[in-house]
């Protein structure tokens, strides 16, 4: 018994510890990352909390109380994830459609060593996207999707080996349509105005992950400057692609104040994409940020196709109201600030090399 109260100690240090560091606004991999799995953090602080009250009977309140404080806050980040919460996105009923221009939405991280096309291919020909996102495609990718990419009259494509290559192909009319290297070499974004009734903005985006030896300085620079283009521009923006971020972090906020986004995802659930294997255990990798002038039509996690993501599909709507969604969270001078900071620290990142 005393094995079992000194092992549910540590679990709840541990757990009490990394909640602490997730609260610090840091660069650095090993901090970072703990804002990516706060949903099973909160699990495993209530389990923690509930078996130390109940087996602890010299500590145990103490470390339940510490365990509640930590949950609480947990809870607080995810909880517009869930349909608890009130959503901001309003749902296209008919008459959204029938007054507004509707396109279906189909992005995916193939992941680059995935060698099972045709699954991939089964999936594009059931759905017929009308926006077809593929990230991590090497040129093996590119090669074995042509009859499905060639369906589509206007492509981006940048085949890459080192599992950041993206491929965009739309049936909507395109111009100004281009491929960047924001922030990190060899690591392309996608930007083009497409047209369905009205023009929008498209960015499509997929940075580097916080891992040992990899901090977040490229990362978070590529999101706020995706943002920044975003507040600037004129016309309603959509934003998807694999941020290899959260929804709920620091960064994907400030991302979706600074652009005045809108996410379907608040009030109805997290839609987590990875790991494929485990999606009641994963994470909101994959995302879809949308302006005002959005509606959502569907949003849905589709099936393993052999990727370590799973694909989302959206369909959404293009209207000409707004005053049916949530107003915009709006951008603070700390907001301002932040994204400043996050800029400079990526330079001087930078010129350091």
Request: aromatic share 8%.
């Amino acid at each position: 018994m005393r094995f079992i109260v000194i092992l549910i100690r540590v679990l709840a240090g541990l757990l009490i510890l990394v909640t602490g560091l997730s609260i610090f606004e840091s660069n650095e991999w090993w901090i970072r990352i703990w804002d990516f799995p706060r949903a099973q953090i909160l699990a495993g602080l209530v389990l923690a909390g509930g078996l130390s009250l109940w087996l602890d009977r010299r500590m145990g309140r103490w470390i339940t109380l510490l365990c509640v404080v930590a949950a609480g806050w947990q809870l607080y980040r995810i909880y517009p994830y869930t349909p608890l919460a009130r959503t901001e996105l309003a749902f296209a009923d008919d008459a959204s459609v029938a007054n507004g221009q509707c396109f279906s939405v189909l992005s995916l991280n193939v992941l680059q060593s995935n060698r099972d096309y045709p699954r991939t291919a089964r999936l594009i020909d059931r759905t017929r996207p009308d926006i077809l996102l593929l990230m991590e495609t090497d040129q093996g990718w590119a090669n074995a999707l042509a009859p499905q990419l060639g369906r589509y009259a206007h492509r981006l494509e940048r085949p890459i080996g080192n599992t950041y290559g993206m491929i965009l192909a739309t049936r909507l009319p395109m111009r100004d349509g281009r491929i960047e290297t924001i922030a990190e070499k060899n690591t392309p974004s996608i930007h083009a105005e497409l047209t369905v009734g009205r023009p929008f903005r498209l960015i499509a985006l997929h940075p580097r992950p916080p891992v040992p030896g990899q901090d977040t300085e490229a990362r978070d620079a590529e999101i706020a400057i995706a943002a920044n283009r975003a507040a600037q521009t004129r016309l309603p923006v959509l934003a998807i692609g694999d941020f290899n971020d959260v929804a709920w972090s620091h960064t994907s906020q400030l991302f979706k104040r600074v652009g005045g986004y809108l996410d379907a995802r608040i009030g109805r659930g997290t839609f987590a994409t990875f790991p494929a294997g485990t999606p009641l255990l994963g994470w909101p990798l994959d995302h879809m940020f949308v302006t005002t002038e959005f509606k959502v039509r569907d949003l849905a996690v589709m099936e393993n196709v052999g990727s370590d993501h799973l694909p989302i599909y959206s369909h959404l709507c293009l209207t000409t109201q707004a005053v049916a969604n949530g107003k915009p969270e709006p951008v603070s001078r700390e907001d301002r600030k932040d994204v400043k900071e996050v800029l400079q620290d990526y330079r001087e990142k930078r010129d350091s090399r």
